[in-house]
């Protein structure tokens, strides 16, 4: 044998890939790869920002005022009086949430997330539990997003109800396959929708305005079904109120968004993003508190056949006519970009935790469009699952949703609050914190702190209410959910701790010499190029081949020995009888008793030819032996199987 | 490089292996392998082999009769009395049938089932033909039977039949894993259920008549509800009848199971074989006749809610006592015991058809209890399905099943009429006809040309019928299965044929030199135990080795570096940059110039450490590289993937 420590080359060579197509069939499926798709973004400004990071919060407006009537119509239309009362309180959450996210986001110039806020300010486990959280509500955000685009589209061809489902998972299906195939945030794509969106919105809201005030607007016609979510109650409870307060409160679900994004504005960023969030906030509660205050005036009820938002739209515009149409078609695509944006979130936040090691590590690589497959596909087939388990029902899926994003929110809130009391202990002098955000004095801090966590407070005491009003109705799956994720997070780290632990070479000493002896089985059931292309590449590894036939048949096995004596090339056959037409199990113990008498640093290599035909269902046809043995000896150290391909003319 | 040609052993080794129980998990589910299961048969005697052989003929007295009422009902009760006739009717076709089956027992005295007759008789298209009918058959011998008995089952404990279709499932999964376990058609086992359905049937029909001389046999009580195929008609026609009839021909499947296993009997086997089946065939048409007969009597109705020969039962038995009891449980027995001979007769003829390159050749192997596993595992799957589909209802079952049984008697008959008068041409010598099945002379060839050309002609008849009154009902899916099924059969053969053409060494040449230049990668994210592993075996194999690291973090690829610098033993460490995280592109294109650049005759082989986790669900936290790399250079001749076990500690 040769020393292997002679004739190596030991120069270092570093190299930039340049990026060939690779060439997987998948990629009909998903094209080709991008070649540019990471240059870095171009930076955008106000205008295109609000579009880009608005459609999430101002598409929950879509359906927070239904989901506020679905509940109060349980009391009967008595209670839809307190539809805009109930949204002005609504209104006043956000701007206390808004002012909180200002702050995050001149605090965390590079992106601040909740998980991200949590972990540098509180510590792991409220990181975990914002994580969760986050996840959680990536996921509801499709579903959620996705069925209430459905919705609408039902609402204006109501034939399609009974397909809902259907049309949501292919949906579903359709955003998922973009998004492998790559989507950036590219503004223009995002901008013409969202502003379609406000436009027609304000439109709406503005002439049903002016028709309340003239006197023309009248009342919905033909108002579908009314709906109700538990059992009907005789009188307004406070607990009613509560109730349907926490379904509106899904109207600030995507608020947080912009504050993952501020690296995407132009400089200075901080600010721009912080006066982006302001506009939106306007937006957002302008087209809130139209909706609901108009819903009311126009009587629009609860169903889920037509929605609120098709109900104003057909009273508004007098039927449904080309305005109503726009209506229609500006709130689904809203919504679906609303769902596309979770798309962006879900595998950022999965790597950052893989990164960190709580969830699988294949999650931090990209697939060969630049993005996070795993995540992608992961996230389109939890919320598939979602949709068709609560059959596409907004109102059967919002009691699972808004709870996270209150709980995130209140995370990051504490964190910020946490923050600037220790930048207030700070007195002047920088401290480096150990994170990548540096922590300053801050003259403002007491005043900053009681901003923070007044809002810490505010969602946190939303959180608790919503949890127990809507415990029965879904919110539980969540308090169960939320706790078992953190335990796989942890189950997770604990597998890479130990094993980076049982994998390091400190104190591993003096590594084994290279192995010596190298012993080689092929086994054979024929003597064909195959098995003559596995023989050629198991000499070239060592000199001692040995090659197995297990015998089935007298005939065949003497047709094997004979024309090994012409083909062989005098390499050793060892002939394994096995008159039961057995296959594996011979195999397998003629290996048990080599490794039984094998010697120490011996190491055993078992050789296997491996058909590969032109055609992928002709692999059916072959036995996947390798497969097999690999199955059989995985744990036996010392044992490697090597199948040889051989490319099928 | 060392000469491969030097210091080899060319020693012919030939041995036999002693089974050592293999090591599998799923050896706690399907036990451990047997040692001595394979022994030659004990032959049996006739009583045994009646025992054995004719659980599946005799089990169809269960619901033949029933699946006559069904059509008839149609017709409303007045049609009822036609059920008696067209049982008379359908024993004369049995008495046909098995006067054919007499001649083909004497003629394969090694057992002949459709497929062997017709392969040795008429050619390769008819045994196709005959194969796809016969594998269809028992997969719906198993589903039919099963269904049935757990009818059986249900109406005796009504409460259960909301849940008939998961016991039937459960059923199938039990029988399936006792099967995979193995079982020999062991006489003990079979005979006391086989012999206590016999008495108990002519129990019930004895005690029946006799009370129906002495006057005191009423009718049932409390009937059921009606269920009836098919829309109402107003008056018995033709087509009525006959549809009845093809229902009824249902009692005819299994006759056929005695010729396929004359080996198991005792010498003159031939003749024991033949004088068991006639007795089977005087048992068989006695209670067909007396359940029929009856059910008339009587007044049963055919029912999902309650067999026919549940109301027989307890109308002659006055209620739900013990002896009623007893033949629900009689029943259920032997319908259990049928579909379970379909899992001896499945994988049988799997494997004749594998054997000869008509099914994949893994079939033709057996596992670890001497079983063909595959086969037994994909009968069970396949008659789930079905079950599923049909919702266990006998009736909508059975207009798949009987059309293949007699397709495959019409084609073992026409080929026994096609041997005879080959056989009238020989004039007293003996010719070797190729097959195992010598053709000798036979002075009464005519007369048994005419009897088995007579039945062919009957049962095709028959099975024209049925094609044609069940179209609609269901049988048009066996004319569209048993196609598909030949068509798939012979792609199969072709495959193996253009396999083998271009495999074989007929016109190889010499073959090419063994491999001089043998490169070696070594994919490496992280110095590690295992990277230590792969490299350790890398070296081994060549000394022309190269490490490559993937970078994606700076900071990362330092510390590789460093650490390469202290362990690598001088290898040649190449770094691709990969500044957008991608891992396998890079890889990828950094073979793909090595490949480019490679000598003519060199050997790529790529060395993957592979971790060995302790639990298999942590499998899930390690990125399957070699997996991928696999998939990916598959159709690239000369790269072979290795990877080398870790066993994490």
Redesign the interface.
Known sequence: M?N?????????????????P???LSHYLIGR?LQTA?APHETIGKAVGLAVFASDALSSNAYATQEILVILAAAGTVAYGYVFPISIVIVALLAIVVISYEQIIHAYPDGGGAYIVAYDNLGQFPALLAAAALLTDYILTVSVSISSGVAQIVSAYPQLFEYRVLICVVCVGLITLINLRGVRESGAAFAVPSYFFIVIMILTIGTGLLRLVTGSLGTVVDPPEIEHFGEAISGVTAFLLLHAFSSGTAALTGVEAISNGITAFKEPRSRNAGITLIWMAFILAFLFLGISFLTRAVGAVPSEMETVISQLARTVFNGQGVLYLFVIVGTTVILILAANTAYAGFPRLGAMLANDGFL???L???G?R?VYSYGIVSLGALASILIIVFQASVSRLIPLYAIGVFLSFTLAQFGMARRWRRAGTLKDENIPTGSSHELKYDKRWSLKMISNGFGAICTGVVMCVFAITKFRDGAWIVLILTPTLIGVFLW?KR??SN??G????EN?GE??P??VR?RVLVPISN????T?AAL??A???S?D?TAVH?SMEPEDTEKV?R?WE??G??????????P???????L???I?EILANRQSNE?I?IVVPH???EKKV?N????QTAEML???L??T?G???????Y???
């Open positions: 040769i292997p420590e002679d004739n190596q080359d030991t120069s270092l060579i570093h190299r930039t890939a340049d990026h060939k690779a060439r997987t790869p990471d699988p590590r294949q931090t690589f990209r060969s630049l997770i597998h890479y094993l980076a049982s994998l390091s070479l591993y590594p084994p290279y192995n190298h003597v064909h190029q195959g003559l050629r590449y000499r070239m590894l000199d081949v297990i020995r024309k012409t083909w090339r005098g390499t050793r056959l060892v002939i394994v009888d096995s039961y037409r057995l296959f594996l199990e011979p397998l113990n003629y048990d190491a290599t058909f590969v035909p002709h059916a046809l072959h036995m690999r199955r059989e995985l744990s150290p044992v490697v199987i090597t199948e040889v391909p490319q099928i003319p």
